[in-house]
């Protein structure tokens, strides 16, 4: 299941960040999935194959743009949840990154402009146990932003949750794909279990938080611990560790942390955003 990791180059630096979400980090919809009907295959429709998606401006260069190979077994309404999490994402991010050029994969070279997401549904472990894996593979030598990513799911959870949480589930591995707590410690946005980062931290504070950082999650492990807000204090939005039933907003706060990583965001980054108040 370790996903490729791409060689090392002059634009990029190979990496294993990749985050393993298990079943129970995830409220399933109660009788299964919103979309599945008792059968398999949910997600409504028969198995298709997909073209690469890329979300962003037309032209390559005018902006941020997101890349997503399909492999494995997908339905038009899980392909549906990944363009819509991508098309969220590059209204968000819009500045250009330099394009890089990785090896390793099929086919030899291949520029990438702004990053290159493999997205696969395909059989794990069967129901619950591992939901999936997803997460950088490779990012700038530059500037530590991804170049790569992978987000692979096992195809029964995906069936069994729903449509609603397979698509919190894909904002939020997505997100971790485009550097969401997996480059914090690479640029050093995380002091005793504090996030530093001056523009989320605006966030936290103009929401009634206090301090000189916001609290990140110190439970669950690798993979949870360190790169996420913290459950206790956040409860369920969307960039916790763990999805909870019901709504999981992504707020202004995980948001503005996307200025933090070094990305250009929209200046209307807070409107873009899902209404949410902790405590
Ligand atoms: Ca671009
Ligand atoms: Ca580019
Ligand atoms: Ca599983
Ligand atoms: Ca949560
Ligand atoms: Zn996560």
Redesign the pocket.
Known sequence: MRPEIPLTTRDVVGVDLT?T?YADEVAYAKGGGSGSGGGSGGGGGGTVSFAPYTSGPATASAGYNITIEFKGSWTQAYYDIFVKSADYLTSLIIGELQDVTVYGGKGGPKTVDDILITAELGAIDGLYGILGQAGPTAVRTSNSLPATATMKFDIADVDAMGLEAFADVVL??MA?SLGF?SIWDRLGLVTNGLYTGQNALREFLAMGGTGNGIPVEQDGGSG?AG??WDEETFNNELMT?YINDGSNPFSAMSAASFADLGYVINPNYASLAEPYMYA
């Open positions: 985050h979400r939020h591995e971790h707590g949870t790169s996420h560790g």
